[in-house]
């Protein structure tokens, strides 16, 4: 089974609309998705709308949510910018198959490799 651990901005994308595509990864068989508070905070602060952080909640619950770790060196490796290392982190320590993220520009160079066992994709793959 693979472990699907979400950044923020795919829980944004998934709550900001009802029907966005991004929430296709909740049907996926054989996944298993986690997130971790960090990330989940991250999406709410940046949605706009009360309906909108219900809806994050709902999608929130059910995943596996996981802790992100305090000091998790191999994280620090990849020339990401501070508030990105404890995504890496929390996806590493989860033991996460892949980071699913649309964060092409902080994330871009962890794509198609895999990192301590985590693929970085994006949504779309």
């Not at 049907?27 to 219900?54: F, G, K, M």
């Not at 929390?90 to 990192?115: E, P, W």
Request: proline share 4%; hydrophobic share 50%; with cysteine.
């Amino acid at each position: 089974m693979d472990r699907a651990f979400l950044d923020a901005n795919v829980l944004f994308a998934a709550a900001y609309r009802e029907g966005a595509l991004v929430q296709r990864l909740w049907n996926l068989p054989d996944v298993q998705l986690i997130t971790s508070a960090y990330a989940i905070e991250e999406a709410r602060r940046n949605l706009e709308t009360a309906v909108q952080r219900v809806r994050l909640i709902e999608h929130a619950t059910g995943m596996e949510q996981v802790e992100t770790p305090l000091d998790l060196p191999e994280a620090r490796d990849f020339n990401l910018p501070e508030k990105d290392v404890p995504i890496l982190a929390a996806a590493i320590a989860a033991r996460a198959t892949h980071l699913v993220t649309g964060d092409l520009r902080h994330f871009g160079s962890l794509f198609c490799q895999v990192v301590h066992g985590v693929l970085g994709v994006t949504t779309a793959d």
